[in-house]
């Protein structure tokens, strides 16, 4: 009878890893993550997803139209800063024209763009009444384009400017609720995006430019301003949402 004996193994001694120990970084060529690794190979970390990375945003419809001078506004310097002289009375304007490309320019980041486009959008809040309830179904692009290029400056100027809507008129905090699934997710993303100082200060909170506290002000206030189901649509987007209103 043949009988069939395996053979062990020959015994390979692991190669000592290349590390210099004065630099703590491998002397060894570098691979990315999830390949075959062979010997004397540093395999690095897999890459960032690059969620908090800035997004280029396209020309906005805004500068066109401010550039061929359609917008009727002017600068209006002063001792108190400068400020938009409108040159017809605003309540006049037709705010299914005007309110969607003012909101279109919250991505713009160079002067006189940014000026005209975010006072401009405070001035037509300010005066609008009972005219910007119509028009919400159209700022809500606008206003995600400006969130999803997760530009800090903008960033911050849009919450400012969506809690100044939410409380520019009656039952516009009810009409944005069926929009957040659109508005919602970059609040998510960057809601605990905060500096950890310890015990040092953030001048950041003083000048309102602190992302994560913004973030916050602005659920509270669509809370508030949202209705009954205002609570349980932020609670489906945002998971780690309290409520202000319940406990």
Known sequence: MVTCAHKPLPYRKPKDVCVNPLSLKTDCPRVHAFTVRPDHLDIGGP???????????DPTNFRKFYERGDFPILVQHSTMGNKIAWKVEIEKLDYHHYL????DGLCELDFPYEFF???????????????ILPVIPQLIIPIKNALSTRNHQVMCITMKVLQHLVVSGDMIGEALVPYYRQILPIFNVFRCKNVNLGDGIEYSQRKRENIGDLISETLEMFERCGGDDAFINIKYMIPTYESCLLN
Request: no cysteine; proline share 7%; glycine share 14%.
């Open 47 to 57: 890459p960032s997803a690059g969620a908090y990375r800035r997004r280029d945003s």
């Open 100 to 103: 969607p490309l003012f909101f």
């Open 117 to 131: 486009a975010r006072q401009g959008i405070h001035d037509l809040l300010e005066h609008g009444g009972s005219k």
